[in-house]
């Protein structure tokens, strides 16, 4: 290692919310400790009131490699375990890396050269959805494609340049010590409402092709259809909270769900004539999947469609049940309690 450049470097602190996580955790931070950058490393594991082997796993991690440490998080609320990993931490550069996130080799060093080379606030890239098994794999096209998340660099890939929000975040501390870290009502949807309120600010979020993750999809049909309802849902809050905030693009999955569901009503009270809407969903999400589906084996292709649907529909649903009471919660909540780092060592 060129002691001068390990010098000059920032040294950067992981933090990683960790919940039920024991498939992925110790691939993930092997990962990180892998990551070939000279500046200093260290990983903040916060950990959840996990019920499978997560907790081992850490332990060992921590015993294994001094550079890994972990904080509790006894809510298991993944803004506050950002919190609680951001407070544990020591270093100038914070990189959010999830459980089931998997860093590709020098993701870390092209992060810090583009915070400075931008001046940016934040910088992340790609969500590389990549499955293990069958059903995963489909959910990895359809969290991919166009046709399921619509023109979303992070999930699709595009060209460099400022954006709303990116995947996971390689932040500045002080940064996020300004915001007062993540606002700890946002259950889901904290990233892009962080994200907002540091361009509100005048920070710069920079989007990069350059920097990708690979990420594990949800293993069932149901836990993809709560991922979805629980994005819907807390998207619906976002808009409710920052007035402006709303995009075209998140209005898609609610209309096309109320169009559906019109036109089966329509069709079967009033007129055969209605139920083109549905059949004509249907027909695109066939066709869409026939599209992306090339490349996948026969199971996989099969099973591509009912993936589309469930993101398409649950994130509709969540939009348009997520409850006044929830925005009004949220709203009432005091700000984030400031960032209060370690100590850093000498």
Do not use: C
């Not at 949800?218 to 709303?246: F, M």
């Amino acid at each position: 290692m060129n002691t001068k450049a390990a010098e000059e470097l920032p040294a950067v602190s992981v933090i990683m919310p960790v919940l039920n996580e024991e498939r992925h955790l110790r691939t993930a931070v092997r990962r990180i400790l892998d990551q070939d950058y000279a500046g200093g490393i260290e990983v903040v594991i916060a950990l959840g009131p996990s019920t499978d082997r997560t907790d081992e796993i850490a332990a060992e991690l921590v015993a294994g490699d001094p550079r890994v440490h972990t904080v509790p998080n006894p809510t298991g609320r993944t803004p506050a375990a950002l919190n609680a990993a951001i407070r544990g931490s020591r270093h100038p550069v914070v990189v959010r890396v999830d459980g089931h996130g998997l860093l590709t080799p020098g993701y870390i060093a092209t992060a810090v050269r583009l915070l400075g080379d931008m001046d940016a606030a934040n910088v992340g890239g790609i969500m590389h959805a990549e499955g293990e098994t069958e059903w995963e794999k489909a959910v990895a096209a359809a969290m991919t494609s166009k046709i399921g998340v619509g023109n979303s660099a992070f999930h699709t890939g595009g060209l460099a340049g400022p954006a709303e929000t990116v995947y996971l975040g390689v932040f500045r501390r002080e940064v996020l010590e300004r915001q007062g870290g993540y606002n700890e009502e946002f259950i889901r949807a904290q990233d892009w409402e962080l994200n907002y309120r540091i361009r509100q600010d005048g920070g710069l979020i920079w989007f990069s092709p350059q920097l990708r993750v690979t990420y594990r999809p949800r293993p069932t049909v149901r836990a993809l259809a709560k991922q979805y309802r629980d994005y819907g849902r807390w998207r619906r809050v976002v808009t409710r909270y920052h007035r402006g905030s709303v995009n075209l693009r998140y209005l898609a999955p609610p209309v096309a769900l109320a169009a559906v569901l019109a036109g089966l009503v329509l069709g079967a009270a009033v007129h055969p004539a209605f139920l083109a809407v549905p059949f004509g969903y249907l027909a695109a999400i066939l066709g869409g999947s026939a599209l992306e589906g090339r490349g996948l084996s026969g199971k996989a292709r099969a099973l591509l469609p009912v993936a589309l649907v469930t993101m398409h529909m649950s994130w509709g649903f969540g939009f348009l049940t997520s409850p006044r009471s929830l925005a009004r919660r949220v709203i009432a909540s005091t700000a984030p309690a400031p960032m209060t780092p370690a100590a850093e060592n000498g």
